[in-house]
């Protein structure tokens, strides 16, 4: 059974923080880039951020940089993205991908094609 499962989601306030984690289950994520995609009512799934493998290296929509970050601890099998200064626009089900190529590219960020598994999502919701 190989699994993703994110967690952290919830419901903050217009420039508050959230933790999400996304951690695997029957597989180790050490050979895997992941991605976090996120999916508002209604529109299109978007990428959000991608960290390789080894967290060499990262990649985030410019919409989020300089307000969120990914990061892996391979040793706890599990990938973070840390959400600070959220916007209502940020709201969506968030969801975490692993991909066997390891590495991330700068630009653009990788399709959700190219992940090959997926969670199931976990909603943030940011609202006063």
């Known amino acids: 059974q190989l699994q993703l499962v994110e967690s952290g989601g919830g419901l903050v ?3 508050g923080s959230l ?9 180790t994520l ?5 991605g976090w ?7 299109e799934r978007e990428g959000v951020s991608c960290i390789s493998s080894s967290g ?9 940089k300089g307000r969120f970050t990914i990061s892996r601890d391979n040793a706890k099998n599990t990938v973070y993205l840390q959400m600070n200064s959220l916007k209502p626009e940020d709201t969506a089900v ?10 991330c590219t700068q630009a653009p960020l990788k399709p959700a094609t190219w992940y ?13």
Not at 19 to 27: E, H, N, P, T
Not at 30 to 34: E, S
């Open 116 to 128: 090959d598994y997926w969670g199931q999502g976990t909603q943030v919701t940011v609202s006063s």
């Open 37 to 43: 995609f996120r999916q508002a009512p209604g529109k």
């Open 19 to 27: 933790r999400l984690s996304c951690a695997a289950s029957g597989f």
């Open 56 to 64: 060499g290296s990262t990649n985030y929509r410019d919409s989020v």
């Open 94 to 103: 968030y969801y975490c991908a692993a991909d066997p190529k390891r590495s």
């Open 30 to 34: 050490d050979y895997y880039a992941i």
């Open 13 to 15: 306030q217009p420039g």
